[in-house]
């Protein structure tokens, strides 16, 4: 009993080794980005914070700039050009084929092709000159759209400038036809007349409105 109260009561001295004293070991982190960090500093150093925020720069700095090119980056097939819009506004660039770069979340752009196209239209009612109704189905209509015409087109009558300039002019000039002649003439005497006369008219149309 007394020797434990004695123990107690003596200081505890420091190992030694050949007479010197031997300290316990202390420790220094080390922050990731290269900064020594002494001793009871909390871990996330100014140092540390800095770098952090370095790195989430870098990091949106490259996701933007890939972000730009995903969307820049565009290819017009073969037969078709491209022309271009910014913010709604129809620009003067026609691209050629191939691959292609543009204002990134500013532009954007449509393929239109110049090569001949057929299209077959809906079903065409119309009423003839002594009031019989009849329908035209499979009309067939093959266009073809001038390079150096196309940004005027579309400025004038939208991106599908070919209805409102073919596709509804061979409606109304088919209804026409009809409506001045009578079903006998039509399926009959004229019926042959029919094509030249909508082309014609169509082809003027074209003209006055282009």
Known sequence: MNDQQSTKGVAMRPQTTDGVAMRPPTYRSVDPCGYDMPDGM???SKGRKQCTAITAAVVL??????????????????GYVGI???????????????????????????????????????PVRAIT??????????????TTVMKDK?????????RDF???LVYDRVKEDLRIFCANHTIDEVYNTMFLDIVAHVKE???????RLG
């Open 150 to 158: 196309l940004i005027f087109m579309a400025k004038k009558f939208g």
């Open 61 to 78: 700095v490259i996701a933007l700039g890939i972000a730009c090119i995903v969307d820049s980056y565009h290819k017009i097939n073969e």
């Open 42 to 44: 909390p871990h996330l």
């Open 129 to 142: 000159k002594d009031g019989i109704e009849n329908t035209f189905k499979e009309i067939n209509v093959i």
């Open 84 to 122: 271009y819009f910014r913010h709604g506004a129809i620009q003067e660039r026609v691209s050629e084929p191939g691959v292609h770069l543009m204002r990134p979340f500013i532009d954007d752009y449509v393929e239109v092709k110049i090569r001949p196209e057929t299209h077959r239209m809906d």
């Open 201 to 207: 008219n169509v082809g003027s149309s074209i003209s």
């Open 162 to 164: 070919k209805k409102s």
